[in-house]
């Protein structure tokens, strides 16, 4: 069975601070995708990044940055710098090619503190 | 480039009253997707489809609830009679692709509440 676990329920922290969000995966596919989405107040599931399981390098984009580790079936998301907007709920999701299916975890709710 | 669009944003209506979602995805884009999204949970697949045609809708409760898509564009999610286990976000998206490999772009949403 494939599924996701975002352990953490809720982060709060002072702006500035770097903070990470973990996510663990479960799936018996070999080829899969995984997924970060974020949910501001508003509602909306804006897309962050999707990376594939041959894929292992790390990636950075501006303050945000993937650790992507097939050893320990992690895919863990760190916003450096941290800012009032990054305040939001963030998904992680993996889909694998036996099904397609998108496999939601339940969702970290960030809190950035000024 | 517009985004998904969907209506109405908010709804409130009783238990065993019907209730309609619209959703317009992004144009050009081929899959279409609804998600109910229970508050505190992540997004729930309800019905997926290419073009015209259904693809997945293995988690669709459909005693109660219905979907179409027309002509392959807009869609209507129905929920008839509804139950106060249906109070969520209901969330459409759409994405170029047949499978999810590609992003999907996600609509603001629909907050149902039924009383």
């Known amino acids: 069975a494939q599924k996701v676990t975002q352990a953490q329920t809720e982060i709060s922290v002072v702006e500035k601070e770097d903070v990470t969000l973990d996510c663990v995966y479960e799936?018996?596919?070999?080829?899969?995708?995984l997924f970060w989405y974020k949910q501001p107040p508003s509602g909306e599931l804006v897309f962050l990044i999707r990376?594939?399981?041959?894929d292992e390098q790390n990636e950075i984009s501006g303050r945000y940055s993937w650790n992507f580790q097939k050893s320990t079936s992690s895919f863990n998301f760190t916003i450096t710098a941290s800012q009032v907007v990054d305040s939001a709920v963030y998904f992680c999701?993996?889909?694998?090619?036996?099904?397609?299916?998108?496999?939601w975890g339940a969702g970290t709710k960030l809190i950035i503190k000024p | 480039e517009a985004g998904v669009a969907q209506s109405p944003r908010y709804k409130i209506i009783e238990k065993r009253q019907s209730v309609a979602f619209w959703c317009n995805p992004i144009?050009?884009?081929?899959?279409l997707y609804w998600y109910q999204q229970i508050l505190g949970q992540g997004p729930k697949l309800l019905i997926q489809?290419?073009?015209?045609?259904?693809?997945?809708d293995s988690q669709l409760p459909k005693d109660r609830f219905s979907a179409e898509r027309l002509k392959g564009v807009d869609s209507t999610l129905k929920i008839q009679p509804a139950k106060l286990e249906d109070s969520a976000v209901y969330l459409c998206?759409?994405?170029?692709?047949?499978?999810?490999?590609?992003?999907?772009?996600f609509g603001p949403g629909t907050r149902l509440t039924v009383l």
């Open positions: 998206a759409s994405s170029e692709s047949g499978t999810s490999v590609w992003e999907q772009f």
């Open positions: 144009s050009g884009h081929a899959t």
């Open positions: 489809f290419q073009n015209n045609g259904v693809v997945d």
């Open positions: 799936t018996r596919d070999t080829t899969y995708y």
């Open positions: 990376r594939n399981s041959f």
């Open positions: 999701a993996l889909l694998g090619d036996s099904n397609y299916q998108l496999i």
